[in-house]
């Protein structure tokens, strides 16, 4: 009974090992996202203390400036802090929600498990900035410094890129990468999707 006993147990610690070093690689990516994005931000802002202040990069292309912005994307909430609210609200449910969603429905697919932790960490970075951050007239502002409106883009910052180049490749992994994937590309993913289906 022992000896039959024994390959189940392993197997569920081995599990458990696994779901530990993924939730404490969940964390670390987390943590260095929300480092990097406050240290940049500190560093920006040091730098150009005055709303005025731009530094080019490439001359006419792109550049770091000092832009204390009370909205969220494209400037849309700017001004109506009960939409402001509301928005916080919605950060601080995603917040929690983001790391619950990575370890049961995305338990088994590694990549998007990193896209959220980077979401998670840039989430965290600009719910910071809302929180302790204001500008001159008492308003809760996100410290943006990188300048791209020659692109068409308002101003960001680390934490934006974080998310928005995550979510993207959230998306292309859930739609194209893996066996869990919308529509696996590799026929190995397909062959697997299919086992698991028949399962």
């Not at 995550?166 to 993913?189: D, N, R």
Request: proline share 4%; aromatic share 12%.
């Amino acid at each position: 009974m022992k000896d039959n006993a024994t390959p189940v147990l392993s197997a569920e610690k081995i599990e458990k090992q696994k779901k530990i070093t993924h939730m404490l690689q969940f964390s670390l990516i987390v943590c260095v996202a929300l480092f990097v994005d406050q240290l940049t931000k500190l560093l920006a802002f040091a730098f150009l203390p005055e709303p005025t202040s731009y530094f080019p990069i490439i001359k006419g292309v792109i550049g770091f400036s000092h832009v204390e912005n009370d909205a969220i994307a494209f400037g849309i909430g700017s001004g109506n802090r009960t939409f402001m609210v509301i928005i916080m609200l919605v950060t601080a449910i995603l917040m929690v929600g983001i790391p619950v969603l990575s370890f049961t429905a995305f338990k088994k697919n590694r990549p998007a498990q990193i896209c959220l932790a980077f979401i998670e960490g840039g989430a965290i970075g600009n719910f910071i900035d809302r929180l302790c951050v204001k500008n001159a007239e008492g308003v809760a502002v996100v410290r943006d410094f990188v300048d791209l409106t020659r692109f068409g883009f308002a101003n960001c910052n680390v934490a934006d890129f974080f998310i928005t180049f995550a979510a993207v490749a959230l998306v292309i992994i859930l739609l194209f990468i893996g066996p869990q994937s919308a529509f696996p590309l590799k026929k190995e993913w397909r062959d697997e999707a299919k086992k698991e289906e028949t399962k």
